[in-house]
């Protein structure tokens, strides 16, 4: 990890000394950012690292010979706004590695891994992808797997042609470096989830954290959601996807295990007729349970502070 030089701007050295514009970042460079910015290595720049981080951001475009870099509280709260309206995607406040990969200019090869315009439609193809590249099925994505995946992508962007293997193991190993957050030296499945992004997991919408009670039409719209074959079943695949959508409402970090023991006491509690799939019958248990909880009973008192969220 890079060390910090008190009073030093570290975005400074990757702007163009002329027109101030930043350079093209390496992946290597990339990774050196990420580092430096994110201090306790959570994933995230957020709290103080943020602060500065946004701070050195709009100052790098200052020369170094100048005398002082003022930029008054006001006019700072501006840019902050703007950029992380621009650039904090799903709105939590801080920036992630796939966000400061926009934020920052880096080599078009490279910046094709991170999927920003171009996330899943599901945790359902998620899994599918999954499980064709940890081709041992040992649960984890492992660097020679990661290597066979990152060349599939730039595959499908044509560009496989343009990178050489050296080139790929260098971004195999930032990738891991990047999202391998138990340092382990491979991606479990909650590592793999932040390099390969789903459009929305959907049982994050309001209505499975809200006061308002599902309803037939919202179990419909799961239903179609999971069962992507349209054979009556959630199963393989689709009960994974499913599972990894719930498994991301508990926790941040998760596993293949985590995703087994998960499956075997959903099956265990509400798969009726023991079939090992989900019908819809056996997932409307599972929704309206999930609902139940986040819904007071009726007659009883909000919570202090909900009664600003009725409206």
Known sequence: MATKEPGKNFLRQFRDKSTRDFKELTAAQFMDVWNHYDEDGNGYIEGVELEQFLAELITSACPASSSREVLSAVGFSELKAAVMEAFDCNKDGRIEIGELAEILPMEENFLLLFRRDNPLDSSVEFMKIWREFDSDNSGYIEADELKSFLRHLLKQAKRDADITEEQLIVYADTMLQLFDRNRDGKLQLSEMAKLLPV???FLCRPIFKGRNRITKDDIVRVFKLYDRDGNGSIENE????????????????????????CKSTLLKNCDRNKDGK??????TLVLMAMNNMSCPEEGSEPAPGEEEDQE
Not at 239 to 261: S, T
Not at 278 to 283: C, G, R, S, V
């Open 199 to 201: 459009r929305e997991n």
């Open 238 to 261: 689709e009960l994974h996807g499913f599972l990894k959508d719930l498994m991301e409402l508990i926790h941040e970090d998760y596993d293949a295990q985590d995703l087994e023991e």
């Open 278 to 283: 989900i019908n819809f019958d056996e997932l």
